[in-house]
């Protein structure tokens, strides 16, 4: 079913969903210029942790997508968006 523009979350794999954030984190940081080591310096994240995320290696809390969400001026559901 699509929802928005975005596939519905029941087609997604459980597994895919490390990759949609990183993607979408990476996407964020790259349009504003940000480095990886800014960025995660200012979320207060290790630059190695930021960089698994990224790559969809990590799996982040709530409270690091919210820490990321807010440095990065975006809703933490805009990490979510699997177009």
């Known amino acids: 079913m699509s929802w928005g ?4 979350a029941n ?8 990759k949609i ?5 990476r996407r964020l940081r790259k349009e504003r210029g940000l480095s990886q080591e ?4 200012e979320a207060g994240l290790a630059m ?16 690091i ?3 990321l969400a807010e440095v990065l ?3 933490p559901t805009d990490f979510y968006a699997a177009k």
């Open 5 to 8: 523009g975005y596939r519905s």
């Open 11 to 18: 087609t997604i794999a459980p597994m895919e969903w490390e």
């Open 21 to 25: 954030v990183g993607a979408n984190i």
């Open 38 to 41: 800014t960025l995660a310096g």
């Open 48 to 63: 190695r942790h930021l960089g698994r995320i990224e790559r969809g290696e990590g799996n982040p809390t709530v409270a």
């Open 65 to 67: 997508l919210g820490k």
């Open 73 to 75: 001026g975006v809703h």
